[in-house]
């Protein structure tokens, strides 16, 4: 998938403005403040109707103003051509349009145009808690596995319900654990051994093309790994047995806390290099490669599923990596997929004595105008 065009009406620091992109490399330049993130969050709007900045669309809407509208026209690997409408009012919220037909279900949107977005925010996944790694590992493989998002979807809608009656229980003090609640707490055993399976059988499949990915970016060449440590100790046949022991011997303590504390979503994720954490070991710049090789495997992994080839948005990509990494980075991406860079300036790129007319790219300097 690439995008050749894209129109910006009133969203954040963009009055009114028009970009036209190359099919390879697109490199963002301009100072702080000059709308480079912008940009990329203008593309992630079109891929995934929301921004990866905030979760609040008003946030967007340049100041004074009462909506946005973002235009996108893609090309598919088949050269079919989709012009993507997304617009969004103060008052009747955001509409989707694929050439001009309204998209209202997400289940249409999500996958058609794939991209993978690499910020600054992202580096959260390895130096923060650990639930942003589960999320990290939920999101890709609900993405490749329809079964899996179900799954979760409805042990998370389960888990919710029986939150709520722990705090019933506390409220009426009671403590019995009767039949309702193990009618919900077999649901959720069930659900529960699924998704630990499909966990850990995707990490086994993610971990070698990941390991491939780092060694190649990186001259470091140190083991990296996701590893998953279940709550549910338990992966085989004792798995029900263990997490509905758990479930009954914790319920008093459950109903104290007004929540269930054990079950698959509060399985730890951990980033492994050079068999430690990384969280605590790792250098910024070790920290920043770690993210790139997670973001590029799950690029190879979403492309294996849908069949089309992923817009790389990588913000401030540079920021953080000596000029080997730089070069390694760029090369590893290469002419298959179309990448969007930003940075201040060329200096890291000029540092890194980079050949930049092996790819086809172009260069553009905000504010638009500029050069
Ligand atoms: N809703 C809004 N309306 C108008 N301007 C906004 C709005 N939200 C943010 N801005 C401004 O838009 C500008 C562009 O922000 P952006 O984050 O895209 O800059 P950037 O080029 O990525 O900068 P940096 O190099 O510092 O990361 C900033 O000056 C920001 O304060
Ligand atoms: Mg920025």
């Known amino acids: 998938m690439k995008i050749t065009k894209l129109k910006l009406n009133n969203f954040r620091n963009y009055n009114h403005e028009n970009f036209d992109f190359c099919d390879n490399l697109n490199i963002i330049l301009g100072d702080n403040g000059s709308g480079k993130t912008t940009l990329l969050e203008a593309i992630h709007y079109l891929s995934l109707t929301k921004s990866f900045r905030t979760h609040n669309n008003s946030d ?3 100041y004074g103003n009462d909506y946005f509208q973002i235009f996108g026209t893609f090309n598919d ?9 997304l617009n969004y009012s103060k008052t009747e919220g ?93 649901f959720l055993i069930e659900h529960a051994f699924q998704i630990q399976k499909m966990r850990t059988g995707f990490i086994e499949e993610f971990n070698p093309v990941f390991e491939s990915i780092f060694n190649s970016l990186s001259h470091i060449k140190k083991p990296v790994q996701i590893k998953i440590i279940p709550n549910i100790s338990d992966g085989g046949e004792n798995f029900i047995n263990e997490y ?31 068999k430690r954490d990384i969280r ?9 490669i770690f993210l790139v090789a997670l973001k590029l495997a799950e690029g190879i992994f979403i492309e294996k599923n849908i069949n089309e080839k992923v817009i790389f948005l990588l ?8 000029k080997k990494h730089c070069m390694n980075i760029i090369d590893k991406i290469g002419f298959a997929n179309q990448t969007f860079i930003t940075a201040t300036d ?25 050069s």
Do not use: C, W
Not at 77 to 85: C, F
């Open 77 to 85: 690997s088949e050269i079919k051509e989709l012009i993507v409408n």
């Open 244 to 274: 509905k022991e758990k479930l009954v011997s914790k319920f008093e303590r459950d109903i104290i806390y007004g929540r269930t504390g054990s079950g698959p979503h509060l399985d730890q994720v951990m980033f492994i290099f050079e």
């Open 94 to 186: 955001k509409k989707l349009f694929y050439n001009q037909v309204e998209l209202k279900k997400k289940t249409d949107i999500i996958g058609k145009i794939p991209v993978i977005i690499l910020s600054p925010n992202n580096q959260k996944i390895t130096e923060g808690g650990p639930s942003l790694r589960r999320n990290f590992i939920d999101r890709i493989l609900s993405q490749i596995n329809r079964e899996y998002l179900l799954l979760l979807i409805e042990f998370k809608k389960r888990l919710y319900q029986r939150n709520l009656l722990l705090s019933g229980f506390k409220e009426k003090n009671r403590k019995a654990y009767d039949s309702y609640i193990e009618t919900i707490d077999d």
């Open 315 to 322: 913000d401030d990509l540079f920021a953080l990596l000596d």
């Open 346 to 370: 060329m200096t890291v790129l000029k540092r890194a004595d980079f050949d930049l007319s092996k790819y086809e790219h172009k260069v553009s300097h905000l504010p638009i105008g500029l």
């Open 280 to 288: 605590f070991t790792g250098s910024q710049g070790e920290h920043k």
């Open 60 to 62: 967007v809407v340049q």
